[in-house]
């Protein structure tokens, strides 16, 4: 009886292991199946791609227009700066109107319309070190005790800053001609709100005023 039940026991395990082998074989090939004819899948059961998040290394080939941008371009008293979106300066002018702090977050930069007396200033307060370029421009660095001052001349006017980083995107434009009636170039005071530096790619005019003159102030 007992070598009957170890007979029956040894085929049905036998059994088992070929009915599980044929089981596997089958899903193999139906897999394989699947997967070479998964566009029939997709057009037929309404399965959509999903999106995949990228793994390493990764290169966008789309259009670069379709990129947010997280900057915008500052463009006031006669340069640009490239400063995040979430930043918003603002100015504060002292009493003689001929220096403009332009608080940019933690950062600052001044424009100065008479960079002579400035550099009068530097000269017996800051020590001079050396050119350097950040950017597209070259400033004039001065030590002051622990730190540097970044200083940069166009003609009449000038602009300093202590925050390297925030220079690196810094471009002197100055003033379009158009912004000034020719006739009166030479009679506009600088204090009026005109500019003491208009430029082209050809010229840079001075304009000063003396003494008052009869004439149209504003455009």
């Given at each position: 009886?007992?070598?009957e039940?170890?007979?029956y026991?040894?085929f049905?395990?036998?059994?088992?292991?070929?009915?599980?082998?044929?089981?596997?074989?089958?899903m193999?090939?139906?897999?394989?199946?699947?997967?070479?004819?998964?566009?029939?899948?997709?057009?037929?059961?309404?399965?959509?791609d999903?999106?995949?998040?990228?793994?390493?290394?990764?290169?966008?080939?789309?259009?670069?227009?379709?990129?947010?941008?997280?900057?915008?371009?500052?463009?006031?008293?006669?340069?640009t700066?490239?400063?995040?979106?979430?930043?918003?300066?603002?100015?504060?002018?002292?009493?003689?109107g001929?220096r403009?702090d332009?608080?940019?977050?933690?950062?600052?930069?001044?424009?100065?319309?008479?960079?002579?007396?400035?550099?009068?200033?530097a000269?017996?307060?800051?020590t001079?070190?050396?050119?350097?370029?950040?950017?597209?421009?070259?400033?004039?660095?001065?030590?002051?005790?622990?730190?540097?001052?970044?200083?940069?001349?166009?003609?009449q006017?000038?602009?300093?800053?202590?925050?390297?980083?925030?220079?690196?995107?810094f471009k002197?434009?100055?003033?379009?001609?158009?912004?000034?009636?020719?006739?009166?170039?030479?009679?506009?005071?600088?204090?009026?709100?005109?500019?003491?530096?208009?430029?082209?790619?050809?010229?840079?005019?001075?304009?000063?005023?003396?003494?008052?003159?009869?004439?149209?102030?504003?455009?």
């Amino acid at each position: 009886m007992e070598n009957e039940q170890k007979k029956y026991w040894f085929f049905g395990s036998k059994l088992n292991t070929a009915l599980l082998l044929i089981l596997i074989i089958l899903m193999v090939i139906a897999l394989k199946w699947m997967y070479q004819n998964q566009e029939f899948y997709r057009q037929n059961l309404g399965v959509k791609d999903e999106y995949q998040i990228p793994v390493g290394d990764t290169k966008y080939d789309g259009n670069p227009s379709e990129i947010v941008n997280t900057t915008y371009i500052y463009n006031k008293h006669g340069f640009t700066i490239e400063i995040p979106k979430s930043i918003i300066p603002y100015e504060v002018v002292n009493a003689r109107g001929t220096r403009t702090d332009i608080f940019i977050g933690d950062s600052l930069i001044a424009y100065v319309t008479d960079a002579s007396v400035w550099e009068n200033n530097a000269q017996n307060s800051f020590t001079y070190k050396r050119d350097e370029k950040i950017g597209q421009t070259i400033f004039k660095v001065y030590q002051n005790g622990e730190n540097e001052i970044y200083w940069f001349k166009q003609g009449q006017v000038g602009y300093y800053s202590g925050d390297k980083g925030l220079l690196q995107t810094f471009k002197f434009i100055g003033w379009p001609v158009s912004t000034v009636l020719p006739k009166y170039m030479g009679t506009m005071a600088s204090g009026a709100g005109w500019p003491p530096i208009i430029t082209t790619s050809s010229a840079i005019y001075s304009c000063t005023r003396s003494t008052p003159r009869e004439g149209p102030t504003t455009l």
